[in-house]
């Protein structure tokens, strides 16, 4: 159960107990400011009854027990625990007893002052002696400090057990509360980014024919608030954190891959990533300059690790030219601007007079999922640059049809099965013929004008057998999109790379498979989704084993994902926006619809949404059928 509000969290089991294990506690900005926090009333702990997330950042456990000598089976008193990941918790107790109850109520309570890092890795240390502060206890070491205070105070406060204890009457039918408040010294109450009079993203709701696509967008959308990072320098500048709890902070590649998912509730998340981004940007001379740095990231077993720095350098132009077509601003687009033109110019730079772009780490591959973000942004900020009277659209244009033409003939591998894409090309040129969720990336081509998809790296022919093979049982698990083919060497489903469901990719593959006319293998994956996000609450995790759907089987969480995650809350967005095709075009005043005309969930309406800055509305039948219901004044419906 994990409670998000950053740079706040909780984690705790089911059973609501804080013991201190593994990663339970209470966080800020990634150290555990409380790691033990378990109630006993009346001498024991309560039996836990049920254990719920009420809000991304807000958990409410209930136990019960019997306090009266003679109640029977039945219990009489009620724990409840509302626990906030604000480092806030109210522990009620409900008395169903038929006589006035006198119930002592015990809080043991302790930390190690860990860093999340040392947690994970097994290195916490020891719990630190505490010491009576106010109205409860103090932790310090070398590092830091932190206390928890309680509202009402204690009756007793015992340091060396680590113990607050209160002694309470309830009358029949009563009830009494405490409230402890969980502080790092020297820092004030958890203001998370989300908590602003203004959000970044728009409060869009779903309905229709299937009951999950509402709790999906809801989830969803409350997910990502609670991952919102506000730039220290420039406070009006929020991002994503990739996911907690492992990723809390910053990751270029996934704050602007899921800031791009989430464009249809509006582009001030957009903005205010590329804008933080920008200030990264490397500059001077060198063959880096231009480009967004980022950490390596494992790649799987078939490949080194690869740039994320190179992903988002990629995907930088994109969003801006994405974010201008749902109506980021001109005045915005023109501050942009200059950034984009970098991370241009280093593509151009670094591709030279060859024809791929090629990892930065010498001796690396070719990766095909690299090429796919290369052509991509090229004829994304060709559009761009023409769209704000810049030159060099010409020749970003004539690379990258340079670049379909060869990727077609030299990363298409031909076998007995009709042919597949090349995950890489090795340094010697050979092609690495396996199968993963990266070749979905290829379908991934972005939105033009008119709400025309950009040309892809494949042709027809080679895009329908992808599409094949994606909608095949060797990467439909069921539950999503595999990371790599049950059939293929090195398959694992826990694999993070190898196997494992990937929310993200499974998103963009239906996006891609629809937007391509592929609906029978888009809508196969699309319900394989939503039934995992059930399974799960509706929080979709980072991602989770990719072992074979059954009947009556549940998909397998994995022990690493994170969750909430961005790119997985952005691709709940993504997957239902799909179902009605919206393209908008808001410098031409016109949005377009191309629904799933099978309507994989029936009915669906989708309100609240943003384009050129107003609310946007349609709905699709069941028939495939779209219609817009409310838009911007002027908005025309293109054909």
């Known amino acids: 159960m994990i409670c998000v509000a950053l740079p706040g969290l909780a984690i705790s089991s089911e059973h609501g107990q804080m013991t201190g294990q593994g990663l ?17 009333v009346a001498g024991r702990e309560p039996l ?3 254990a719920r997330m009420t809000s991304a950042d807000r958990a409410r456990f209930v136990g019960t027990l019997r306090a009266s000598p003679h109640s029977g089976p039945d219990p009489d008193v009620v724990v409840e625990r509302i626990r906030h990941a604000d480092g806030t918790e109210r522990i009620t107790l409900h008395s169903a007893a038929r006589r006035p109850l006198r119930v002592p109520l015990e809080v043991a309570l302790g930390t190690d002052l860990a860093d999340l890092g040392a947690i994970a890795s097994g290195t916490a240390g020891p719990e630190l002696p505490a010491s009576v502060h106010d109205s409860g206890l103090r932790w310090s070491c070398a590092t830091g400090s932190s206390s928890v205070t309680a509202d009402p105070p204690p009756a007793d406060a015992l340091a060396s057990a680590g113990l607050l204890r209160w002694e309470f009457e309830l009358s029949p039918g009563g009830s009494t509360s405490v409230e402890l408040r969980v502080r790092a010294d020297g820092a004030g109450p958890v203001r998370a980014a989300s908590r602003t009079a203004t959000s970044p ?9 299937d009951p999950r696509v509402q709790p999906l967008l809801q989830t969803s959308v409350g997910d990502l608030h609670a991952l919102l990072l506000r730039d220290p320098a420039h406070p009006s500048d929020m991002q994503l954190a990739a996911g907690a709890p492992w990723r809390c902070g910053p990751a270029p590649a996934e704050a602007l891959a899921a800031a791009r998912m989430t464009l249809p509730l509006g582009t001030r998340l957009a903005v205010g990533t590329l804008r933080t981004l920008a200030r990264t940007q490397l500059r001077g001379a060198g063959p880096q300059s231009g480009m967004l740095p980022g950490p390596r990231r494992d790649a799987g077993i078939h490949l080194p690790p690869g740039c ?3 992903e988002a350098t990629l995907l930088f132009p994109a969003l801006l030219a994405e974010a201008r077509r749902w109506g980021l601003s001109e005045a915005e687009t023109e501050e942009l601007l200059p950034a984009a033109e970098r991370c241009l110019a280093w593509l151009r730079t670094t591709v030279g007079e060859g024809t791929y772009l090629c ?4 001796g690396g591959p070719v990766r095909c999922e690299t090429q796919a973000h290369a052509h991509r942004a090229a004829l994304l900020g060709a559009d761009l640059l023409d769209g704000c009277g810049r030159p060099g659209g010409a020749e970003l244009r004539r690379w990258a049809q340079m670049l379909r033409a060869q990727f077609r003939e030299e990363f298409w591998v031909d076998d007995r099965g009709g042919g597949r894409p090349a995950a890489a090309l090795a340094p010697d040129g050979t092609p690495l013929p396996y199968l993963g969720a990266a070749a979905a990336h290829l379908l991934d081509t972005g939105l033009l004008g008119g709400g025309e998809p950009a040309p892809g790296l494949l042709d027809k022919v080679q895009t329908e057998q992808l599409a094949r093979l994606l909608g095949g049982p ?21 694999g993070h790379r190898s196997g494992a ?9 239906v996006a891609g498979l629809a937007g391509a006319g592929y609906e029978k293998e888009a809508g196969s994956l699309l319900k394989g989704a939503l039934a995992a996000a059930e399974s799960f609450g509706h929080r979709l995790p980072e991602m989770y084993a990719g072992e074979q759907r059954t009947a009556g089987s549940a998909p397998l969480p994995h022990p690493a994902a994170c969750r909430p995650a961005a790119t997985a809350a952005a691709a709940g967005v993504l997957l239902l926006v799909t179902l009605a095709g919206i393209r908008p075009d808001a410098p031409a005043g016109t949005v377009t619809l191309r629904p799933m005309h099978s309507a994989p969930l029936g009915e669906i309406v989708l309100r609240g949404l943003r384009i050129a800055g107003a609310p946007f509305s349609a709905r699709v039948s069941r028939l495939g059928l779209a219609m817009v219901e409310e838009a911007a004044d002027g908005l025309q419906l293109g054909v």
């Open 359 to 362: 990892d930065p780490h010498p």
């Open 308 to 310: 994320t720095g190179t």
């Open 201 to 209: 993203l728009a409060a869009a709701r779903a309905s229709g024919d």
């Open 48 to 50: 836990a009854v049920q």
């Open 24 to 40: 339970e506690g209470f966080y800020r900005a990634g150290r555990r400011v409380l790691s033990r926090c378990q109630v006993r």
């Open 474 to 494: 060797g990467m439909d698990s069921g539950w999503g999109l595999r990371g790599l083919g049950a059939k293929e060497a090195g398959y694992n489903p826990f």
């Open 501 to 509: 469901v990937r929310v993200h990719e499974t998103a963009i593959a």
